[in-house]
């Protein structure tokens, strides 16, 4: 359970703590749960939220789910800000294996990436603490830094009339952390591993952010592939509460993702 | 260097935190004092996540806010009001039933914790309990 003793160091004065809720009053009515606000920022966890929660109930091999390195000469801006998303998800992965040269290959890479998108130049400052914190071994720190940077670039595409990208970098980063938590839980299947796989309304969401980018960027073939394959994955993540997929629907999931990993990084867009 | 935690934090989040519109002195005060209640729980080891909802709620009603959680964590979510009030964190699941949350409140600044049973969306409602409505900021933490 969760402890709130280090709380008190707040001194804020009166203070109450209670377990509260979960009467059979205490629902919400479904017009009030549409207007809830969603937005990026709050709605959609960062790759770092999802190795925690993996991390928990298995030993994962880190390390062993890392991929080759990816070309960084990417032309086309969607697929940039997609493979940017999956890099700063290897990051977390980095993290998540304590390897210090891994995270500084991959801090450098976020930056070349960054580059080619014309939203690196607050970006050098992160670059330099990733390093630094790395090579410090400070592995909390950095998983904060690699969440900074990822806002980072995300705040400056929008500086840049470039909001519509901010979708991709997002679901290029939640494509990359599914496909290595599927993964994950295939070598080492257990039931609570599996559950953190049960996502239908976030898969839905960005689906519906993608549906609110320019006509423009929405007909590019990678776009659109990736859009019409969400709808699948959707249906995929939906299991019903409190029934963990099996290892079957894992592998499914992870063929789904994988293939779509494969067509982002791939350097011959689909036409 | 966690004590120092809220305080990068809050500077962090003023320097980068994505706006998609801007905000006013008040929910930047909010965001800083929801900061310092998370703040509190990273000391017991929670992150807290670099994002945030500010907004307004008006006296007697709630700001309602979805989050999608994973099944195996911890979370606390975090919320100040600008103005003088007394706010309420509660938690709901995807079909909107309240879920039994660990409080803490304390007039503006209030939190709710608890650990998912399942994967999926919440809804995080922040309650005007007391008070004439004003500016409010959300974070969450995680561990």
């Known amino acids: 359970m969760i402890r709130l003793a280090k709380l008190g160091v707040l001194a804020l004065g009166a203070v109450v703590f209670a377990a509260t809720g979960a009467t059979d009053t205490a629902r919400l009515p479904g017009d009030q749960l549409q207007k809830a606000v969603r937005s990026d920022s709050i709605s959609i966890p960062t790759p770092g939220e999802l190795f925690a929660a993996l991390g928990k109930s298995e030993k994962t091999n880190w390390s062993g789910q890392y991929r080759g390195p990816m070309p960084v000469t990417y032309r086309n801006r969607a697929q940039i800000a997609l493979n940017l998303g999956g890099l700063i998800a290897d990051g977390f992965i980095a993290v998540e294996a304590k390897d210090s040269q891994q995270v500084k290959n991959i801090g450098s890479d976020i930056i070349k990436l960054a580059k080619a998108l014309g939203v690196s130049e607050h970006l050098l400052g992160r670059g330099k603490s990733i390093n630094e914190f790395a090579e410090n071994s400070e592995w909390d720190t950095l998983q904060e830094e690699l969440e900074a940077t990822q806002n980072e670039v995300k705040s400056s595409m929008q500086s840049h009339a470039d909001q519509d990208l901010v979708i991709l970098v997002t679901l290029g980063g939640w494509i990359r952390g599914t496909q290595v938590v599927t993964a994950s839980i295939m070598q080492n299947y257990d039931e609570r591993s599996a559950k953190v796989l049960r996502q239908p309304a976030l898969v839905r969401f960005m689906q519906s952010k993608i549906n609110e980018v320019s006509p423009q960027l929405r007909q590019e073939p990678l776009v659109r592939d990736v859009s019409e394959q969400l709808n699948g994955i959707e249906k995929l993540v939906s299991f019903p509460a409190g029934k963990p997929p099996g290892v079957d629907e894992v592998r499914k999931v992870n063929e789904t993702v994988g293939k779509l990993m494969t067509e982002i990084e791939s350097k011959e867009l689909p036409k | ?143």
């Open chain 2, 1 to 143: 260097m966690k004590r120092l935690l809220p305080i990068f934090l809050s500077m962090l989040v003023l320097a980068t935190g994505i706006a998609v519109r801007a905000e006013t002195d008040a929910e930047v005060q909010a965001r800083k004092d929801a900061l310092d209640v998370a703040g509190a729980f990273a000391n017991d080891g929670f992150k807290i996540r670099d994002g945030h909802s500010c907004g307004i709620v008006k006296a007697h009603e709630h700001a309602l806010v979805t989050v999608n959680l994973y099944a195996g964590n911890q979370y606390w979510f975090s919320a100040a009001a600008a103005e003088p009030a007394k706010i309420a964190v509660s938690v709901y699941d995807e079909s909107g039933k309240q879920v039994t949350t660990e409080s803490y409140n304390n007039g503006e600044k209030a939190a709710a914790g608890f650990s998912p049973m399942n994967s999926g969306q919440y809804f995080v409602s922040v309650d005007l309990v007391e008070g004439d409505g004003g500016s409010f900021c959300l974070v969450y933490s995680y561990k």
